[in-house]
C-alpha cells in the first residue's frame, strides 16, 4: 500500500461493535468483563484502549515498525526509551537536540546513575570516539533541532550494531512520510506527535515506534507500569491528523524548500540552515535518506535585536513554541525551546542569539514570502 493509503486506513478499520467509519473516542476507564477472568480483550485504560491501539497500530503501519506505543507528549515518550537501561549504562545523545530532551538527560536521567556523552552526531567518528564498554544506547536526532544537522543513519547502525547498542532516532522534524530510520536498520523511533503528525497544533502526545520484538515488550511493559499514556480524545485527534499527513507533508515541504531559496538569496539574512540548500554539509546524506527536506529552517540573523525586529515583525507567521502544524510558527530557540541549554553550549552548537527558527505551515506561498519579507524590513540596516 502506498504511504497515504495506510495513513487513512491502517488500523483505522470501521469500529467491530458499530461499524463506524471514523474511530471512535471510547473515553471509559474500565471495561464490563462478562465473567470473572474473562473479558473481550480490554480490562483497564491504562493498558488498553480501542482509541490508543488505533492510533499505535497506524503508527507501527506508518513508520514500518512491528509495534507502536502511544504517549501523552514527546518526552514521556522519550522518557519511556530510557526505561530500556539501567544505572551504569551509558548512552552517546547527539549534542544539538531538542532543549527538553538534553535537560531530561542531563537533570533527571544522570540523577539514575546513567552517564551520557553529547556529540556531534553529523560526524560519525565523534560517536565511535565516545564509544565505552559501558555503553548501551545511542540516540540521534536528525534533522536536529534547531541547527538542522542531518546524521548519516546507516552509518550509525553499522556501529550499534558492531557493538549491540540500541539505535534511537527521533524522527519528529521529518515525520514518516519523509523519513523512517526502522526501514533503514534503526531499531527505535520516537516522536513528538504535537508536530508533524497530528499537524493541527491541537495535541500533546509522543510515540515510540519499535523494530525489534524484545523493544515492543519492553516498552509496552514500561508504557504500562509507568502510564503515561495519551488518553482517547487525543488518539482520535492525532488519527484524524495522520490521514492527511502525505499532502500536509508535501506541502510542507514544497513551502519550506521555497521560503529557504528566498532566505539563502537574501541580503539580510546571514547563514540559512536547510538541508535542501545544496551548500549544507549534511545536503547529500539528506537526499539519500529523506524523502523531502521539510518545514523547518533556522536563519542567523546576527543579533538578538535583528532576531527581534524579525519576529516581532512577522504577521502570518506566529510567534510561538512548537512546530509542524498548518499555521506557520516562528520563534528564538535560545530564549524560548533551547533556553534549557547551557549558553557555552549552544554558542558552540552555532545556536547564537541572533538564531530564528520557522516552522513552515501549508498557507499559500505568496503569503509567506511576503511575510519573511516583512520580517527582514522591520530589521535595522
Ligand atoms: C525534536 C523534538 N523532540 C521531542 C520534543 C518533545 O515533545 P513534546 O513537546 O510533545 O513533549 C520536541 C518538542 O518540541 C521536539 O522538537
Same mark, same amino acid.
Given at each position: 500500500?502506498?504511504?497515504?493509503?495506510?495513513?487513512?486506513?491502517?488500523?483505522?478499520?470501521? %469500529?467491530?461493535?458499530?461499524?463506524?467509519?471514523?474511530?471512535?473516542?471510547?473515553? $471509559?476507564?474500565?471495561?464490563?468483563?462478562?465473567?470473572? *477472568?474473562?473479558?473481550?480483550?480490554?480490562?483497564?485504560?491504562?493498558?488498553?484502549?480501542?482509541?490508543?491501539?488505533?492510533?499505535?497500530?497506524?503508527?507501527?503501519?506508518?513508520?514500518?515498525?512491528?509495534?507502536?506505543?502511544?504517549?501523552?507528549?514527546?518526552?514521556?515518550?522519550?522518557?519511556?526509551?530510557?526505561?530500556?537501561?539501567?544505572?551504569?549504562?551509558?548512552?552517546?545523545?547527539?549534542?544539538?537536540?531538542?532543549?527538553?530532551?538534553?535537560?531530561?538527560?542531563?537533570?533527571?536521567?544522570?540523577?539514575?546513575?546513567?552517564?551520557?556523552?553529547?556529540?556531534? $552526531?553529523?560526524?560519525?567518528?565523534?560517536?565511535?570516539?565516545?564509544?565505552?564498554?559501558?555503553?548501551?544506547?545511542?540516540?540521534?536526532?536528525?534533522?536536529?533541532?534547531?541547527?538542522?544537522?542531518?546524521?548519516? +543513519?546507516?552509518?550509525?547502525?553499522?556501529?550499534?550494531?558492531?557493538?549491540?547498542?540500541?539505535?534511537?532516532?527521533?524522527?519528529?522534524?521529518?515525520?514518516?512520510?519523509?523519513?523512517?530510520?526502522?526501514?533503514? *536498520?534503526?531499531?527505535?523511533?520516537?516522536?513528538?506527535? $504535537?508536530?508533524?503528525?497530528?499537524?493541527?497544533? %491541537?495535541?500533546? *502526545?509522543?510515540?515510540?515506534?519499535?523494530?525489534?520484538?524484545?523493544?515492543?515488550?519492553?516498552?509496552?511493559?514500561?508504557?504500562?507500569?509507568?502510564? !503515561?499514556?495519551?488518553?482517547?480524545?487525543?488518539?482520535?485527534?492525532?488519527?484524524?491528523?495522520?490521514?492527511? +499527513?502525505?499532502?500536509?507533508?508535501?506541502?510542507?515541504?514544497?513551502?519550506?524548500?521555497?521560503?529557504?531559496?528566498?532566505?539563502?538569496?537574501?541580503?539580510?539574512?546571514?547563514?540559512?540552515?536547510?538541508?535542501?540548500?545544496?551548500?549544507?554539509?549534511?545536503?547529500?546524506? !539528506?537526499?539519500?535518506?529523506?524523502?523531502?527536506?521539510?518545514?523547518?529552517? !533556522?536563519?542567523?540573523?546576527?543579533?538578538?535585536?535583528? !532576531?527581534?525586529?524579525?519576529?516581532?515583525?512577522?504577521?502570518?507567521?506566529?510567534?510561538?513554541?512548537?512546530?509542524? *502544524?498548518?499555521?506557520?510558527?516562528?520563534?528564538?530557540?535560545?530564549?524560548?525551546?533551547?533556553?534549557?541549554?547551557?549558553?557555552?553550549?549552544?554558542?558552540?552548537?552555532?545556536?547564537?542569539?541572533?538564531?530564528?527558527?520557522?516552522?513552515?505551515?501549508?498557507?499559500?506561498?505568496?503569503?509567506?514570502?511576503?511575510?519573511?519579507?516583512?520580517?527582514?524590513?522591520?530589521?535595522?540596516?
Amino acid at each position: 500500500m502506498g504511504f497515504s493509503t495506510d495513513a487513512i486506513h491502517a488500523g483505522q478499520e470501521p %469500529d467491530p461493535a458499530t461499524g463506524a467509519v471514523s474511530v471512535p473516542i471510547y473515553q $471509559t476507564s474500565t471495561y464490563a468483563q462478562t465473567e470473572l *477472568g474473562r473479558d473481550k480483550g480490554f480490562d483497564y485504560a491504562r493498558s488498553i484502549n480501542p482509541t490508543r491501539l488505533a492510533l499505535e497500530r497506524s503508527l507501527a503501519a506508518l513508520e514500518g515498525g512491528k509495534s507502536a506505543f502511544a504517549f501523552s507528549s514527546g518526552m514521556a515518550a522519550i522518557t519511556t526509551v530510557m526505561m530500556l537501561l539501567k544505572a551504569g549504562d551509558h548512552v552517546i545523545s547527539s549534542a544539538n537536540t531538542y532543549g527538553g530532551t538534553y535537560r531530561l538527560f542531563v537533570h533527571i536521567f544522570q540523577q539514575f546513575g546513567i552517564s551520557f556523552s553529547f556529540v556531534d $552526531t553529523s560526524r560519525t567518528e565523534q560517536i565511535r570516539h565516545a564509544l565505552r564498554p559501558e555503553t548501551r544506547l545511542v540516540y540521534v536526532e536528525t534533522p536536529t533541532n534547531p541547527m538542522m544537522e542531518i546524521t548519516d +543513519l546507516e552509518a550509525v547502525v553499522v556501529i550499534c550494531r558492531e557493538r549491540n547498542l540500541i539505535s534511537v532516532c527521533d524522527n519528529t522534524f521529518m515525520s514518516p512520510f519523509l523519513q523512517r530510520p526502522l526501514a533503514l *536498520g534503526f531499531d527505535i523511533v520516537v516522536h513528538s506527535t $504535537t508536530k508533524f503528525i497530528n499537524g493541527h497544533s %491541537d495535541s500533546v *502526545g509522543g510515540a515510540i515506534i519499535t523494530a525489534r520484538p524484545e523493544h515492543g515488550e519492553r516498552i509496552g511493559f514500561a508504557q504500562n507500569s509507568a502510564g !503515561a499514556i495519551l488518553g482517547p480524545m487525543d488518539s482520535f485527534l492525532v488519527l484524524r491528523g495522520i490521514k492527511t +499527513l502525505g499532502v500536509r507533508m508535501q506541502r510542507h515541504d514544497a513551502n519550506g524548500r521555497a521560503l529557504a531559496a528566498l532566505l539563502a538569496d537574501h541580503p539580510r539574512v546571514g547563514q540559512v540552515y536547510y538541508p535542501g540548500l545544496p551548500d549544507h554539509p549534511g545536503h547529500e546524506i !539528506a537526499v539519500r535518506q529523506m524523502d523531502g527536506f521539510g518545514a523547518m529552517i !533556522a536563519l542567523d540573523l546576527g543579533s538578538l535585536e535583528a !532576531a527581534r525586529a524579525f519576529l516581532n515583525g512577522l504577521r502570518i507567521f506566529t510567534l510561538a513554541e512548537s512546530l509542524g *502544524g498548518v499555521e506557520s510558527l516562528a520563534c528564538h530557540p535560545a530564549s524560548m525551546t533551547h533556553a534549557a541549554v547551557p549558553q557555552e553550549d549552544r554558542q558552540r552548537m552555532g545556536l547564537t542569539d541572533g538564531l530564528a527558527r520557522l516552522s513552515v505551515g501549508i498557507e499559500d506561498l505568496e503569503d509567506l514570502e511576503e511575510d519573511v519579507e516583512r520580517g527582514l524590513a522591520a530589521m535595522k540596516s
